[in-house]
């Protein structure tokens, strides 16, 4: 009981109300939250404080930098999954914050998406500093089960290498980004490897114009330390994936490397194993299996590349989300425009 009224009083305030609607939407460091809520920080810090101590929000802290989002699990969590649905979004006051929301998310992709046109031209070479490629592309391959592929999906495909790798195994491949110099890269990559049975296209992780259940298979090479909504784009991607079709993510586990915010535009500093299970979890996907590809200097202060899969569970149904059952297309091909 004691639980539930400081709950509700921790909710039951204006601003903290609308703090829990944005976090319910997307997690945020404070400075964030300030602008969306056009609050001071030292006064926004007292309401997350309040929010996170009665259970309905948590602190998730990385490197120099937290994160509030809804809490994983509890009272608190239950409460704020009914408040949310109650709150109006015609609400003046929320409609407003919603607004400041989608500039500070627009100012970030703008921000990345700068990054990206810079480095284009030579992300290969800045990859391969980071990661021992050739032993993630291995464990890539062996994670499929399978030497056929009928179609791949390859979010954020930046200069097509999972494309390359993946190549000789699949039907039909498919990679999307939403940076042109990177996809240009691509372009001259897959052509001059004569890889015709591969197309890359312009398009967004969060909003992704392609069939449900049209994929055998999904990957997600370092890309989510870049997004500030990994768990959207899981979600978005599995809703691509067949029934029991396979998704591969990669990515570093969680890391104190803070110079990679600043110098290489990282949002995340890696991602922990119940962090990237409970996504899957939501995303109707069970986890398969999880791996570690460490480095010669594995630990928190070095970066040790993780592969996570999980295959989609087999029925549709239950993860479509409402409208795009219709646009599947029977024989399961897609559309491959360049
Ligand atoms: C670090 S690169 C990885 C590229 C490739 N997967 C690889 O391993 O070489 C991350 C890519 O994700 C793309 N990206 C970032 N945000 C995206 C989004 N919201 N939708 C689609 N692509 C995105 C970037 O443009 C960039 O090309």
């Known amino acids: 009981m004691d639980q539930l009224v400081d709950a509700l009083k921790a909710v039951g305030e ?56 809804p809490a994983a699990s509890g009272l608190g969590r239950e409460l704020l999954d009914v408040v949310k649905t109650l709150v109006d979004d015609a609400d003046p006051a929320i409609a407003r914050d919603l607004e400041r ?43 499929v089960q399978s030497d056929r592929i009928g179609s791949l999906l390859d979010i954020g495909t930046g200069t097509g290498r999972m494309l390359e790798v993946f190549a000789d195994r699949i039907d039909r491949g498919l990679g999307i980004d939403q940076s042109r110099p990177m996809l240009n890269v691509a372009r001259a990559n897959l052509d001059a490897e004569g890889l015709a049975h591969c197309r890359v296209r312009h398009a967004d992780v969060y909003d992704l114009d392609l069939p449900a259940g049209s994929f055998d298979v999904a990957v997600l090479h ?19 994936l067949k029934p029991g079709g396979r998704m591969l993510v990669v990515d570093y586990q969680l890391h104190n490397l803070e110079f990679l915010r ?9 991602f922990d194993d119940d962090e990237v299970n409970s996504w899957f979890q939501d995303a109707d996907l069970d986890r398969e299996s999880i791996r570690y590809l460490n480095g010669p200097k594995a630990g928190p202060d070095s970066l040790t590349t993780v592969l996570w899969t999980a295959v989609r569970w087999p029925s549709l149904a239950t993860t479509a989300p409402i409208g795009t059952e219709s646009n599947s297309s029977p024989n399961n091909s897609f559309e491959v425009a360049s």
């Open 222 to 240: 370092h890309v989510l330390h870049f997004l500030d909504d990994p768990a959207d784009a899981i979600a978005q991607t599995a809703r691509t």
């Open 101 to 143: 929301l989608s500039a500070v998310r627009e100012a970030r992709a703008a921000e990345a998406e700068a990054y990206f046109s810079r480095i284009a031209t030579n992300w290969d070479q800045i990859r391969f500093r980071h990661v021992a490629d050739e032993d993630v592309e291995v464990a890539l391959l062996e994670a």
């Open 14 to 69: 204006p601003s903290r109300l609308r703090i829990v609607s944005v976090l319910a939407r997307i997690e945020l460091t404070v400075g964030e939250l300030c602008r969306v809520i056009g609050q001071s920080q030292p006064r926004t810090s007292r309401h997350l404080r309040l929010l996170c101590d009665a259970g309905v929000l948590e602190r998730h802290a990385e490197g120099t930098s937290a994160f509030y989002r």
């Open 262 to 270: 600043s110098d290489y535009a990282h949002r995340r500093l890696g």
